[in-house]
Each structure stands twice: as C-alpha cells, then as structure tokens.
C-alpha cells in the first residue's frame, strides 16, 4: 500500500456508495476546520496534515482534488508521505465552489465571507414527482446502445465533481421513497434515471447502495435493463441505520 499513490487507493475506494458517504461527512470536517481555524496555507507531509485534521489520507487526498487548481503539485503522482504546500485563499476557494455545482453544502458553513448564496439542497431533496407510490416507466423512445453500469460507474466516480453529484442526487431518490407507502420502481433503468432526473450512473450508484435488499444482479446491470423492484421501507431504514454515515438518509424518513 505504502507503494500506491493516493489517486490508486481513491479510485478503489470511491467505488462504493458507502465510502462517498464517509467521504462527505469528512471533507465538511475538513472545511469546518479550515473555516474556524482561518487558516492561509496547508503545509507538511499529506499524512500529518490528515492526523492533524483526523480524518484518513484519502478523505484528505479527496478534498485536495475538489480544490485542485490551488493544488500545484500532480496529485495523480501523490503518495501518502509527499510533502504539499497549498495557499488557501479563501476569495479563490469561495468563487471556485460556487463556480462548481454540488458543492453549495459547503458554501453553507459558517465562517465564509458574507456572499448572499442560498442553499438548494431542499430544491434538490424535493425535485422528484410524488403523484404515485408505483413508478411504471417503459423505453418509448429509440433503443439506445447498451452499456454495462458498472463500468460507467467505475470511470464517473475518478471525477470529484460527480462524486458530489452523486451524494446530492440520491437524495432525490430517497427523498421519493420517503414518500411513499410501498415504493415499487418499475421500467428500464435508462427511463427511471429520467423520471427522478439524475444520471444513469447515480441511480446504478443508488442501486449498489441498497443491493443486499434487492432482488438483482446489480453487478451486471446495463442502462437499458428492465428492473421491477418493491422497496420495505421498514428494511431500508434498518439497513440505512446500520451504516455510519447515513444519517442525512435517515433524517428524509423521520417525522
């Protein structure tokens, strides 16, 4: 491992649902660390500055890559002991989050320059159509080419700015199934993507979060597969509340 650059333990890692969670839960630490410290610079080997913060060098090597034009060094070459030295200006850094979608969670925390941002984390939770407890959707349209989900999955999840897509998205989803008395998904998966307007690849990622409830060979999975699957929400909040890092999940189903 100690022979790995970071960019080869991320890749691995951000493949699960799980860890993109925990990665999310961190980098908020990292910035609320920032923000209250005031701090102007990060300096010193990757691995120290990640104890210094307490969280792994990976979450830490993620946060990196969602500032990565402040970042002069290659962080594709970046291994765990590397020595950085980044200038944080917080000016720069304000206008790059906002210039960067998905990121509006963290221009929320407090201790950034008065800017007149609003959240849209609620637009987002909300965007999904509530009308009917079962989504029937078929492919009307022209057939498109068949892609293997996992492997789209794979690639998409090497961009930070999809990860972060992702976390946000797949609230939309879930915030439909809170929703919903006997949430059932029924359609090829390229048209439920459209329904809850995410990507292919976030509603896959969604797919491979809840996969131990489901009835699917969710590894094998291409866009143009039909699925017809019956969501327990008593389950899911079991399964949700036996992770470390779904409470935003949970909180949708609460009230």
Request: with cysteine.
């Amino acid at each position: 491992m100690a022979n790995n650059t970071l960019w080869m333990v991320w890749t691995k890692k951000i493949k699960s649902p799980e860890y993109i969670h925990q990665f999310f839960m961190d980098e908020v630490f990292i910035y609320n660390q920032i923000l209250s410290q005031k701090q102007e610079k990060l300096t010193g080997r990757l691995s120290d500055l990640a104890k210094g913060l307490n969280v792994s060098n990976e979450a830490f090597f993620g946060f990196l890559l969602g500032i990565k034009p402040m970042v002069k060094q290659d962080l594709n070459k970046m291994k765990h002991r590397d020595r950085i030295n980044v200038k944080l200006d917080m000016a720069e850094l304000q206008k790059h989050l906002k210039q960067s979608a998905n990121y509006e969670h963290l221009l929320d925390l407090e201790g950034w320059e008065a800017s007149g941002e609003k959240d849209n984390t609620e637009q987002l939770q909300s965007s999904a159509a509530t009308s009917d407890s079962a989504t029937h959707l078929g492919n009307n349209g022209a057939p498109e080419k068949e892609r293997s989900l996992q492997r789209e999955w794979n690639n998409k999840v090497q961009d930070i700015d999809f990860v972060h897509e992702f976390f946000m998205d797949e609230l939309t989803i879930y915030h439909w199934i809170s929703t919903q008395e006997e949430p059932i998904m029924v359609g090829n998966i390229s048209e439920l993507s459209k329904y809850f307007e995410v990507s292919e690849e976030v509603f896959y990622g969604f797919l491979l979060g809840i996969q131990p409830l489901i009835n699917l060979d969710v590894m094998s999975l291409k866009n143009n597969d039909y699925i017809n699957i019956e969501i327990d929400v008593e389950q899911l909040h079991e399964h949700l509340s036996q992770k470390a890092n779904c409470a935003h999940l949970l909180d949708l189903f609460e009230g």
